[in-house]
């Protein structure tokens, strides 16, 4: 225009968030690791033999996959995005490393997974407490699996008795596995760079597996943990807790009275693994600490009420706090409550 200013358009500069001409999605949690260093420290730390088969979830574009495949025998990834499946064959398409690699296209929650010794994966952080759950109860053994979580969930896995982040996902990981802390990582190490820091975490499973119903024990750990902080009397006191209580008193005593022949303790074997209000899903272990209201109000059933108090003031826990209380003594303490015939699922 005569007259007018030309405006020199600025050249944009190059988004972080394109490796070989392929965008990432923040909001399906997909953060290339994209040091080198920190790559070979994860592999580093994970203690690969050469004789092991590698479960990689969430391969991305392959950074950590290639350090994989040269340090174990086999790696199997899952991916879910169909892009990132072709890029990571087309990246080891005539290499020596193709014919060890194998890649499952599909949802890793959904999927049985294939045996292996070793999980090593950068997943998306919004499936985190569900995968690691569903890693603990894989039927076949592994040797441990190290993962890279956001850094507060990290730590919640590894806190201890007394630490502001002990909570039930805490006790629930550490009757399972061992737990332990390797790495912080900083959100300046992915591409594109995510809001939170990040640390990597070793799990190594407990052999042999701990001999809990675990509909019981998850049951059992919701209710201590309405808020960690209240007393245990405080919290068992409550009515909608002693109501819920009682109800699964009644239905197992049902239960008992149909079963002739069978003795009292075998017959709550066979009935363990059925609901009373609580659905089997790998979502019920999510770390959603004081996820249930407080009821103020006081009572439920009197007489089934002093009877829960009774097994509190037995094992010395009517003023101790779950925030403080070591896994031995929420065993011992559930082994209190099924001993009176007291039960959470």
């Not at 399906?28 to 033999?49: C, E, F, Y």
């Not at 690691?132 to 590894?158: D, G, N, W």
């Not at 069978?262 to 609580?278: K, L, R």
Request: glycine content about 8%; overall charge positive; some cysteine.
């Amino acid at each position: 225009m005569a007259g007018g200013k030309i405006r020199k358009e600025k050249p944009k500069a190059p988004s972080n968030n394109y490796q070989g001409g392929i965008s990432f999605h923040k909001s399906k949690g997909q953060h290339i690791l994209k040091n080198p260093l920190l790559v070979d420290s994860i592999v580093q730390k994970a203690g690969i033999k050469s004789t092991d088969v590698i479960l990689e979830i969430g391969p991305g574009t392959g950074n950590l996959t290639k350090k994989l495949l040269e340090a174990g025998k086999e790696v199997i990834a899952v991916e879910l995005d169909s892009r990132m499946v072709l890029e990571l064959q087309r990246r080891f398409q005539g290499t020596p490393l193709s014919n060890r690699l194998k890649v499952i296209q599909g949802d890793v929650l959904k999927t049985e997974l294939p045996r292996f010794d070793i999980c090593v994966a950068n997943i998306p952080y919004q499936i985190s407490s569900p995968l690691t759950f569903k890693l603990l109860f894989h039927p076949t053994s592994f040797r441990c699996a190290v993962i890279m979580y956001q850094r507060e969930f990290a730590m919640r896995l590894v806190a201890q008795p007394g630490d502001n982040l002990y909570c039930r996902l805490s006790v629930n990981t550490q009757l399972y596995a061992r737990v332990s802390h390797l790495l912080k990582v900083g959100k300046n190490n992915f591409r594109p760079p995510p809001k939170v820091d990040s640390s990597v975490v070793r799990i190594e499973p407990r052999k042999p597996q701990p001999q809990v119903n675990k509909k019981e024990w998850d049951g059992f750990l919701r209710v201590c943990f309405i808020r960690k902080n209240k007393t245990l009397g405080a919290i068992f006191r409550q009515k909608s807790v002693v109501l819920m209580l009682e109800k699964n008193f009644k239905t197992l005593q049902a239960v008992l009275a149909s079963l002739n022949g069978v003795t009292g303790e075998a017959a709550v074997m066979d009935v363990g693994d059925q609901s009373m209000g609580m659905e089997d899903d790998d979502n019920e272990m999510e770390d959603d600490d004081e996820d249930m209201e407080m009821d103020e109000g006081q009572g439920g059933g009197g007489e089934f009420k002093e009877k829960v108090m009774n097994v509190l003031k037995e094992g010395g826990f009517e003023e101790k706090r779950s925030s403080k209380l070591s896994q031995q003594e929420f065993l011992y303490l559930l082994s209190l409550f099924n001993k009176s015939g007291i039960h959470f699922s």
